[in-house]
């Protein structure tokens, strides 16, 4: 009989010899939670299809970042839900002072300080009338398509009006060519230039952001493919990330997470910047259905989810988990 020599599983015996070997640890500083706004409710709504995620008033928004805040999460993405009226086919509502996600901003602001990372979703699809993440214009055939260079004006508008809010980080997520730097030029210029920037640069045009259209009452029909990226392709997140990292970002991100950790670990391995991750609300969707159904343990699965995506080398996590992770993991 041959035995082994080598016994790796030496190191897996116990509890404490697992915990002193383990190459990756969550913290709940690593977390994320991206959040949601809307105007013209009087209570918040549960997410149909994004189950403990809510349509927040500014009330019940505050009241849930207080409890992220106890659980230990210190940074939150807040994304804005306009009423249908006030739609329209630039978006105007997101430059507007008294646009709901700008008054959301300016709400966390004003409740929490410093204490508490605040970021906006600087993209303009919640708020135009056709759900696209730009402007649309005609070509010389009569077809419509997203406006590349129109559009960045108005996401400089946007990004100055949540700084002006008080956005501690602006978050473009429109993959618009030349986003990241027509956005750093607007804010420097109006003496911003201590608001980062976390670029959404290696960002799919993926089916599993489908909860999320309608968490934010998203009027989109069609599909963004002329302007997100395509599955099949490795290559071109490296000259995304590439690019806005030489435009200014002064954080990357890959998005979503678990079926792109391909990306995200090419991205890590040489981003001299900090590398996000997003596990976007397909993600979430699917391990609350599959745990629903009593088909998998949801905080297991849950936590082995995140510690991959951290393996794979995201220094942060945007994830609808934050505030149960984090709980879990004071648990621990
Ligand atoms: C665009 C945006 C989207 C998400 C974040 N920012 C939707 C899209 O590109 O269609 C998706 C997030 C998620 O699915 O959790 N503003």
Same mark, same amino acid.
């Given at each position: 009989m041959t035995v082994p020599v080598r016994r790796p599983r030496r190191l897996r015996t116990t509890p404490a010899m697992r915990d002193m070997v383990a190459e990756t640890r969550l913290d709940a500083s690593d977390f994320i939670l991206p959040m949601f706004v809307a105007d013209g409710i009087d209570a918040a709504r549960e997410?149909?299809?994004?189950?403990?995620? @809510?349509?927040?008033t500014i009330d019940s928004l505050k009241a849930a970042v207080h409890e992220a805040l106890d659980a230990g999460v210190r940074c939150v993405d807040l994304f804005g839900v306009p009423r249908d009226g006030d739609k329209d086919a630039t978006g105007s509502v997101a430059w507007r002072e008294d646009g709901i996600l700008n008054r959301g901003v300016a709400a966390l602001r004003e409740e929490f300080g410093d204490e508490v990372i605040v970021m906006a979703d600087t993209?303009?699809?919640?708020?135009?009338? /056709?759900?696209?993440?730009?402007?649309?214009?005609?070509?010389?055939?009569?077809? *419509?398509? &997203?406006?590349?260079?129109? *559009?960045?004006? =108005?996401?400089?508008? +946007?990004?100055?009006?949540?700084?002006?809010?008080?956005? /501690?980080?602006? !978050?473009?997520?429109?993959? +618009?060519?030349?986003?990241?730097?027509?956005?750093?030029e607007a804010l420097d210029s109006e003496g911003f230039e201590d608001v980062a920037i976390m670029a959404y640069s290696a960002? @799919?045009?993926?089916?599993?952001?489908?909860?999320?259209?309608?968490?934010?009452g998203s009027s989109l029909k069609g599909d963004r493919r002329t @302007?997100?990226?395509? #599955?099949?392709?490795?290559?071109?997140? +490296?000259?995304? *990330?590439q690019l806005d990292i030489e435009?200014?970002?002064?954080?990357?991100? &890959?998005?979503?997470? =678990? #079926?792109? =950790?391909?990306?995200? /670990?090419?991205?890590?391995?040489s981003s001299p910047v900090p590398v996000a991750a997003y596990q976007v609300s397909g993600e979430y969707a699917m391990i609350h259905a599959a745990a629903a159904n009593g088909?998998?343990?949801?905080?297991?699965?849950? +936590?082995? !989810? =995140?510690? !991959?995506?951290?393996?794979?080398?995201a220094d942060q996590i945007l994830t609808y988990f934050a505030v149960d992770a984090a709980r879990a993991l004071a648990r621990d």
């Open positions: 997410i149909p299809s994004m189950p403990g995620q @809510y349509q927040h993209c303009l699809d919640e708020f135009t009338d /056709h759900g696209h993440c730009g402007s649309l214009s005609e070509d010389r055939h009569g077809n *419509t398509y &997203v406006d590349n260079d129109a *559009t960045l004006p =108005l996401y400089q508008a +946007m990004a100055v009006a949540q700084a002006e809010a008080g956005a /501690h980080i602006v !978050s473009p997520s429109g993959m +618009m060519d030349g986003q990241i730097r027509a956005i750093r960002k @799919y045009a993926s089916a599993f952001f489908g909860p999320f259209r309608d968490a934010v @302007y997100q990226q395509d #599955p099949a392709n490795a290559r071109e997140s +490296m000259l995304e *990330t435009e200014g970002a002064d954080i990357v991100m &890959v998005k979503p997470a =678990l #079926p792109y =950790l391909d990306i995200l /670990h090419e991205v890590a391995a088909w998998i343990d949801l905080d297991r699965v849950m +936590m082995e !989810s =995140l510690t !991959s995506i951290k393996r794979a080398g």
